[in-house]
């Protein structure tokens, strides 16, 4: 059973700092690409940062130089480091693991509000 778990949501102020993760289990990470999603209240949902099977990174210009994607495959889990955020983050974030199928977490509120 495929599970994605995300975790380190939460409030903070701008310029401050966060740390995602995403613990899965149910399959085999290295034929997966793995993705941070975000989904602010009236828009749709968008594609942040990936981390491809081979450890390539992509991220979406609002992000680039603050957030970074990484993966610590012995402990099956996957992180979005957040720094210097800003209101505009706030968003519910999703994690996805993408291969022939797509799979989802439940998601993690982040709010960056003073």
């Known amino acids: 059973q495929v599970q994605l778990v995300e975790s380190g949501g939460g409030l903070v102020q701008p310029g401050g700092s966060l740390r995602l993760s995403c613990r899965f289990s149910?399959?085999?990470?290295?034929?997966?690409?793995m993705s941070w999603y975000r989904q602010a209240t009236g828009k749709e949902r968008e594609l942040v940062a990936s981390?491809?099977?081979?450890?390539?990174?992509n991220y979406v210009d609002s992000v680039k130089g603050r957030f970074t994607i990484s993966r610590d495959i012995a402990k099956n889990t996957v992180h979005l480091q957040m720094n210097s955020l800003k209101p505009e983050d706030t968003a519910v974030y999703y994690c996805?693991?993408?291969?022939?199928?797509?799979?989802w977490g439940q998601g993690t509120q982040v709010t960056v509000s003073s």
């Open positions: 996805n693991a993408k291969s022939v199928y797509s799979y």
């Open positions: 149910g399959f085999t990470f290295s034929r997966y690409a």
């Open positions: 981390i491809s099977s081979s450890g390539s990174t």
